[in-house]
Structure formats: C-alpha cells, structure tokens
C-alpha cells in the first residue's frame, strides 16, 4: 500500500458490507421473531424507509413504527434498536487485516458511514473497531447520507484534503459513482475485492 502523490491519501472506509459483513440468517431471524414480520428481502419493510432513517429526517420511534406497520412501545422500541445494531455488528476479517496494515503504517483512516444516530452511539460506546479510524461520520448524526455530494463535500472539508488525495471504498455503486465525480479516488467493494491490491495503486 504505497501512493506516489504529493500528499499521503485519506482512506475512506464505509462500515456496512465493508468493515462489518451482511447479517445472518439467524441474525434476520431473531429479528423477524421480534417483530412477526419477514424482513430480509429487499422489498421489505425494513428497508423502504431506511434511507430517512440513516439520514436522521426520521427518528427510531417514526422508522420502527413504519417497519411494523403500528405504534412501538419503548421498551420494544429499545430492543428492536439493540437487535437491528447487533446483526450489522459482525466484522470482515479480511478488511479488517486490511486495517491492521493501514494503523501499523500510521495511515490516515477514517470512516463514513449511512448509520442511523442510535446505531452509531451503539458502536461508538464499545466496538473494537472504531479504534482503526482516527476520524468518524454517520450519516444519522450528520443528517445528510450517501449519495448525496454535500457529505463527500462535507467529509473533504473535515480531512482537509482534496478529493483526489481521498481514497473511498463503499459496497454501493451508487455511493461509489458519487463520489467519483467529485472527483474521489474509488473502489467498489465486493465479496471478491482485493484490498491489498487495490490501495496499492498509485
């Protein structure tokens, strides 16, 4: 991992199917059991407002109201808020090699995530990973998401840094080619992306 420009590059992670893997079967199960809806298709309700939601236009109580179709107590409010930060907690070792290597060589890491305010707090107070970033932005707390410019204009402006000294690697196309035409050096991530590799490039 070595970069020839002028100025050592940010690293850019995104958090879901990057650092952290897809949940599991038995991970969507639990939560299926707690709400006695089917909710790991793409068309469910779990996703439909999920945008709002990890922008912050809607908080937890409107979003898991929408997903069930009915208001949601808040004890049940509190328990679909652990079980639904719990599945999207489970880490990809590969990346996170990846991230090893990036802190023993005191590369600059930072993280932008589309991640709902409660959810960020969760991890924040306790996850092992947040210690590979030196920087952190959730989408939740920011109040704007990926793929909207305004975030990577936001992100670059915290860095201090260009576009092009920015090295973002996101799961999304979307996200990516957004990204790509502010002018951020990408990386689609998939279940066959070499890491290694890719940020090796100049």
């Not at 880490?91 to 409660?118: C, D, F, H, W, Y």
């Amino acid at each position: 991992m070595t970069d020839t420009s002028r100025q050592a590059p940010w690293y850019l992670f995104d958090y879901g199917m990057v650092v952290s893997t897809a949940p599991r079967p038995s991970d969507w199960a639990t939560l299926e059991q707690a709400t006695g809806l089917d909710l790991r298709s793409a068309s469910s309700s779990y996703w439909a407002s999920r945008e709002a939601f990890d922008a912050g236009r809607i908080g937890p109580a409107e979003y898991w109201a929408e997903v069930l179709g009915r208001p949601v107590p808040s004890a049940d409010l509190d328990q679909l808020e652990r079980l639904d930060a719990a599945q999207w907690s489970r880490l990809n070792p590969q990346t996170i090699a990846v991230l090893e290597t990036l802190r023993s060589r005191r590369a600059k890491v930072a993280l932008l995530s589309n991640m709902p305010r409660g959810m960020a707090e969760w991890h924040l107070d306790g996850s092992g990973w947040v210690g590979y970033f030196s920087r952190l932005y959730f989408s939740g707390k920011l109040g704007m998401a990926k793929p909207d410019p305004r975030i990577f204009r936001y992100v670059a402006a915290e860095l201090s840094a260009h576009p092009e000294d920015i090295v973002f690697i996101d799961d999304n196309a979307t996200n990516i080619a957004a990204a790509r035409e502010l002018g951020f050096r990408t990386i689609l991530h998939t279940s066959q992306t070499d890491l290694y590799f890719d940020l090796s490039k100049p």
